[in-house]
RNA sequence: GCGCCCGUAGCUCAGCGGAUUAGAGUAUUGGCCUCCGAAGCCAAGGGUCGUGGGUUCGAAUCCCGCCGGGCGCGCCA
């Protein structure tokens, strides 16, 4: 049966190029809130109404009678075709049979529900997290986790083939205050004491690894064992959290490896850089930066973001054509030097590579006051610390249930609460109480009556299983997973209202079939949304 | 000062390639369990979409100014 929104679309498309063959405008379709607006409704006759000079009802009455007949010859039946509504919306209602496919799309493809499958997959990257080993994973990494990990599905689930990648500084200056301050704690010095180093590292956890530091004074062995000792937390912390890396990128690599060299030696051959004031310097400015950057210092060091460019290129190299870095706000003055550098090497990489998507701070908020210290960490509260109070399910639900961009308060009395203000239990709820009907003995079944399934509820039920495949395409392409969360909400509402106004378990045997089969493709919608997102889906809560 | 982001119900947030009556959760109030899980459902009240202009037949959505908040403006990473 062929999808009832391409052929509308498609329909759409061919009679707009004949109206306007110049330029023809691209129907949006979409699906209306209000269900007397019909299943899908465009406005493109309000679009053209301009671009024509005519009225919009005429060009909707137009579009209306050349449609109408091409939908029926194509296989759509529709309930009274399409409809003129307002200043010249097309409303199309179909009948009751397609919009009841989707279920059975649903138990058909099973976990395969919504994704795609490309004939060609491209190699794309999410890089995430990459904390540097100094201390415990903050909030800020827990949402860049929860960001990047359901982004990452995102794209799997359009058919990509994704590496989930942490790159993070195990040699820089970073590394040396964090090795000086346990050697600090190692010879009994408290943070603040006279020889304290400077914008050392103060957190508990620094005391924790001095402990096991045999002899205070080789520094070499000391920064060996913190950076064992962290990344080992930060691991378990992630394990913790369901997430997985495919490839932990050292940025000591790049120097041992003459990446970093190779970088500044195109940038001197193309003419890019030039030396002022003992330093070298990179023309930015000729990719739209505000003024030129320092790119080996005086002393004969290179700039942070010197390897930074170097790591995108071995991404390019390693062929990665579609790369999305996670990170904070506080990095977005990088991403117009990271990608000048990359320009200035003239190797062809485009213009807006790599992706970004940047978030903003997270408040925690805890027994109405705002938390900012974390007993282990000192300075900041650690994503471990979340995890403890409010488990792993809420703190994904919630750190991915807000646009990147907005800063947002974590409430954690909220997230805690096992009840009607959980939005994580709720959509959880939804799926335990299906398995809990199937739990009366009744299997999904593989077949049912179409027909049977006529009540308002039932069709919009399927009518939102049938976007589900939409939400996630459009999630994935705009990167924005927070899409899906409340999606997932909506669906499980819908449920949780039909669930209360009608009886699935009823007596007459092919009408508890057609119910059962609703259910256990809504669950299915669930678990596949939910699973996306890293939240497990539940049978019993 | 400059750049980027944000300002929608008491609170937390969707919507923002313009369009059919501004949405949800939470909080408040009132109903619904002899019946598949009440971690649920039904209903009510609550918004000059920061503000002032502009474009448009039509603006929460696009443009400009202002106000308020965040972040960034290192030869730090």
């Known amino acids: 049966m062929p999808d009832p929104k391409d052929v509308f679309k498609e329909e759409l498309e061919g009679e707009l190029r004949k109206l306007a063959p110049g330029n023809p405008t691209e129907p949006h379709i979409e699906r209306p809130k209000n269900p007397e607006h019909g299943d899908f409704s465009t406005n493109v006759a309000l679009q053209l109404a301009k671009q024509l000079g005519r009225k919009p009802r005429e060009i909707a009455e137009h579009l209306q009678k050349a449609i109408e007949p091409a939908l029926i010859k194509r296989g759509v039946t529709t309930q009274g075709g399409v409809s003129i509504a307002g200043p010249g919306f097309l409303n199309l209602k179909i009948s009751s049979a397609p919009r009841l496919q989707p279920i059975k799309d649903a138990l058909s493809q099973g976990k395969n529900y919504g994704r795609t499958v490309k004939a060609t997959p491209q190699s794309v990257q999410v890089e995430f997290v990459s904390a540097n080993p100094t201390g415990p994973l903050h909030v800020g990494h827990g949402r860049q986790a929860a960001l990047g990990d359901a982004i990452a599905a995102l794209l799997e689930s359009q058919g990509e083939q994704v590496t989930r990648e942490f ?3 195990d040699a820089g200056a970073q590394i040396d205050k964090l090795a000086w301050s346990v050697q600090a704690r190692a010879r009994g010095l408290k943070p603040g004491q006279p020889g304290w180093p400077e914008e050392g590292y103060a957190g508990e956890y620094i005391e924790d690894i001095s402990k096991e530091i045999q002899n205070a004074d080789d520094l070499d062995a000391i920064r060996r064992h913190a950076v064992a000792y962290l990344r080992k937390e930060q691991d378990a912390d992630l394990q913790a959290f ?8 050292l940025e000591s690599s790049l120097y041992s490896e003459g990446k970093v060299a190779n970088v500044v030696a195109l940038w001197e051959k193309n003419g890019k850089s030039y030396e002022n004031e003992g330093a070298l310097w990179l023309r930015t400015t000729d990719y739209g930066d505000d003024k030129d950057r320092v790119v080996r210092k005086s002393d004969g060091g290179y700039t942070y973001f010197v390897p930074d460019v170097a790591y995108h290129v071995s991404k390019w190299q390693r062929g990665f054509r579609k790369v999305t870095n996670v990170q904070g706000t506080d990095h977005h003055s990088t991403i117009t030097r990271v990608r000048a550098g990359l320009q200035a090497l003239g190797m062809g990489i485009p213009e807006g590579y790599p992706d970004y998507v940047l978030h ?16 282990r960490a000192g300075a900041y509260v650690t994503l471990r610390d979340l995890i403890d109070w409010v488990g792993r399910d809420a703190v994904r639900f919630f750190l991915v249930s807000r646009k990147a961009d907005s800063e947002f308060v974590f409430d954690v009395d909220l997230a805690r609460e096992k009840s009607l203000e959980n939005p994580v239990y709720y959509v959880q709820y939804a799926h335990a109480r299906i398995c809990a009907v199937f739990a009366q003995g009744s299997a999904p079944p593989d077949a049912f009556d179409a027909d049977l399934l006529n009540g308002e509820k039932e069709l919009q039920l399927a009518s939102k299983i049938a976007e589900y495949p939409d939400v996630i395409a459009v999630a994935a392409k705009e990167l924005a997973p927070h899409a899906v969360a409340f999606y997932l ?8 209202s039909y669930y209360n106004a009608e009886r699935i378990l009823v007596e007459d045997a092919a009408l508890r079939t057609a119910r059962l089969a609703l259910c256990a493709a809504v669950r299915q919608t669930l678990a596949n949304g939910l699973s996306l997102l890293g939240v497990s889906a539940p049978e019993k809560m």
């Open 360 to 375: 903003s701070l997270v408040r925690v908020m805890r027994g109405g006051e705002e938390v900012k210290i974390s007993k």
């Open 489 to 496: 909400r909506e669906l499980a509402a819908q449920f949780h």
């Open 167 to 169: 790159y993070y500084n």
């Open 242 to 249: 369901g997430v997985k890396f495919d490839v932990y990128y």
